[in-house]
């Protein structure tokens, strides 16, 4: 079946540096991509919708300039945390649409980032 | 308004067969997910359902009923190991994720 790859599945990082996470769909075009992120203890929200080729789409209150996404290909988009802090320690994972019949969306396994 | 349900705490004894199920209302459906969570780390995938149907991943199964709401999960050959909360999440119409509460399973020997 159809796999989403998501990496890294961990990450340890230095206040201030910049972290980029890969999400790849592996045998399918992925016209659309979803970025999400969870808090401890709470639900996983939504953070911005990437179509390819175009910006992503932010939901309310999350900061486009400190979550850079690029959606360059089909089959591949990234999430950049920029000059992260230890508030943006967190669980982020992505999903990707296939642009297929069904339009089913698939999920990677996520990576969960710590920053010191 | 949006609603998942699904049971707060279930027993079953190692080796056995549990069923956690869930049942949703929600503002559109594009695909129900189960998770496992150990206390304090983070959730892990387990399975995806956008069809209706029987999923199947070795010991762990998914089965969908869109036109009934429901959802279950089915854990055979059940492990110390097992023991976890099961979250059951709906992706509605805006492709937001609607959490249920989860579902404590403790396996016994």
């Known amino acids: 079946g159809a796999v989403v790859s998501q990496h890294p599945s961990w990450v340890i990082c230095k206040s201030g540096t910049s972290v980029k996470i890969e999400c790849r769909s592996l045998?399918?075009?992925?016209?659309?991509m979803f970025w999400y992120r969870q808090f401890p203890k709470q639900s996983l929200m939504l953070m911005a919708t990437?179509?390819?080729?175009?910006?992503?789409?932010?939901e309310q209150g999350v900061e486009k300039d400190k979550f850079l996404i690029n959606h360059a290909s089909l089959t591949l988009s990234t999430l950049t945390v920029t000059s992260a802090h230890p508030e943006d320690s967190s669980f982020y994972i992505c999903?990707?649409?296939?642009?297929?019949?069904?339009?089913?969306?698939?999920f990677g396994s996520g990576t969960q980032l710590s920053v010191l | 308004g949006q609603n998942i349900d699904q049971p707060t705490e279930m027993t079953a004894t190692e080796g056995a067969i549990v069923q956690i199920n869930c049942t949703y209302q929600?503002?559109?459906?594009?695909?129900l997910f189960w998770y496992q969570q150990h206390a304090g780390e983070a959730p892990t995938f387990l399975s995806y359902?956008?069809l209706d149907g029987l999923e199947e991943k070795g010991r762990f199964s998914s089965f969908l009923s869109r036109s009934k709401g429901y959802s279950y999960l089915l854990l055979k050959e059940l492990q110390m190991k097992d023991s976890a909360s099961y979250l059951c999440?709906?992706?509605?119409?805006?492709?937001?994720?609607?959490w249920g509460a989860g579902t404590k399973l403790i396996i016994k020997p």
């Open positions: 999903s990707a649409r296939d642009g297929g019949e069904n339009e089913k969306l698939f």
């Open positions: 045998d399918f075009q992925a016209t659309t």
């Open positions: 990437s179509n390819e080729g175009s910006k992503a789409t932010y």
């Open positions: 929600t503002s559109g459906f594009n695909g």
């Open positions: 359902n956008v």
């Open positions: 999440a709906v992706l509605d119409s805006n492709y937001q994720l609607i």
